[in-house]
């Protein structure tokens, strides 16, 4: 028998508050979790390890990437995190690329600092203060700043790996191939720097617009 608080409405409303939070825990996971760390980390990480497993590769034996198992996988996903985290972190400590840096005004114009505590405290405001669409696109905002800034930093890493490892076949190549493959790859990282900087720029004032934060 159901008691007054076990009102078959009470049980549903039960249910459908559980399914709920289910949803978004697996839809944070997906969208803030996996999909950045695939992108913005894993992919940049791997392209890293790959090129420099290809610069060392005449001094190996056996074929890493031949047979994968389940051990070797997760130790290779393993390493490209930490090699995109340490590219973000080198990156971010030359202002190559700008993922957690804030905007000031300084001589009446805008300029990019590097203040970890204002930047933390404009996040938590927006996310305190703005609708679910809103913070769900300065997520996909974020996604799209840090991988691109970490794939200039990756692209540039591993080209300069390929063409010291393997410069005796690069200038085999007629001279327009290799012209026309340095400029593209050029103008991809300075692309990819560009985007970077601008999405970054956007972001934070999206944020500050919408949670009326004091730009300081």
Same mark, same amino acid.
């Given at each position: 028998? *159901?008691?007054?608080?076990?009102?078959? !409405?009470?049980?549903?409303? =039960?249910?459908?508050?559980? #399914? =709920?939070?289910?949803?978004?825990?697996?839809?944070?996971?997906? &969208?803030?979790?996996? *999909?950045?760390?695939?992108?913005? =980390? @894993?992919?940049?990480?791997?392209?890293?390890?790959?090129?420099? !497993?290809?610069?060392?590769?005449?001094?190996? +034996?056996?074929?890493?990437? +031949?047979?994968? +198992? *389940?051990?070797?996988?997760?130790?290779?996903?393993?390493?490209?995190? @930490? @090699?995109?985290?340490? *590219?973000? %972190?080198?990156?971010?400590?030359?202002?190559?690329?700008?993922? &957690? $840096? !804030?905007?000031?005004?300084? #001589?009446?114009? /805008?300029?990019?600092?590097?203040?970890?505590?204002?930047?933390?405290?404009?996040?938590? $405001?927006?996310?305190?203060?703005?609708?679910? /669409?809103?913070?769900?696109?300065? /997520?996909?905002?974020?996604?799209?700043?840090?991988?691109?800034?970490?794939?200039?930093?990756?692209?540039?890493?591993?080209?300069?790996?390929?063409?010291?490892?393997?410069?005796?076949?690069?200038?085999? @190549?007629?001279?327009?191939?290799?012209?026309?493959?340095?400029?593209?790859?050029?103008?991809?990282?300075?692309?990819?720097?560009?985007?970077?900087?601008?999405?970054?720029? !956007? /972001?934070? =004032?999206?944020?500050?617009?919408? %949670?009326?934060?004091?730009?300081?």
């Amino acid at each position: 028998a *159901l008691t007054l608080c076990e009102s078959p !409405y009470n049980i549903c409303r =039960k249910d459908y508050n559980m #399914d =709920k939070m289910s949803n978004d825990i697996f839809s944070n996971l997906y &969208n803030h979790f996996i *999909l950045r760390d695939l992108f913005a =980390k @894993i992919t940049p990480g791997f392209i890293l390890l790959f090129s420099f !497993y290809c610069s060392i590769s005449k001094y190996i +034996t056996n074929n890493v990437f +031949t047979d994968i +198992t *389940l051990f070797k996988a997760i130790i290779i996903l393993a390493l490209s995190w @930490i @090699i995109g985290i340490s *590219l973000q %972190s080198f990156g971010e400590f030359t202002t190559i690329i700008t993922i &957690n $840096h !804030y905007i000031a005004k300084i #001589d009446n114009k /805008e300029k990019r600092i590097k203040n970890i505590d204002n930047w933390i405290s404009l996040k938590n $405001h927006f996310l305190n203060n703005a609708s679910a /669409e809103k913070i769900k696109f300065v /997520e996909r905002m974020t996604l799209i700043k840090e991988a691109s800034g970490i794939f200039a930093i990756s692209l540039f890493v591993s080209s300069s790996l390929i063409i010291a490892s393997y410069y005796n076949v690069i200038f085999c @190549i007629d001279c327009i191939t290799k012209v026309l493959i340095f400029i593209i790859t050029i103008i991809i990282i300075i692309s990819l720097l560009r985007m970077n900087y601008v999405v970054w720029k !956007y /972001e934070i =004032k999206y944020m500050i617009k919408f %949670s009326n934060y004091p730009l300081c």
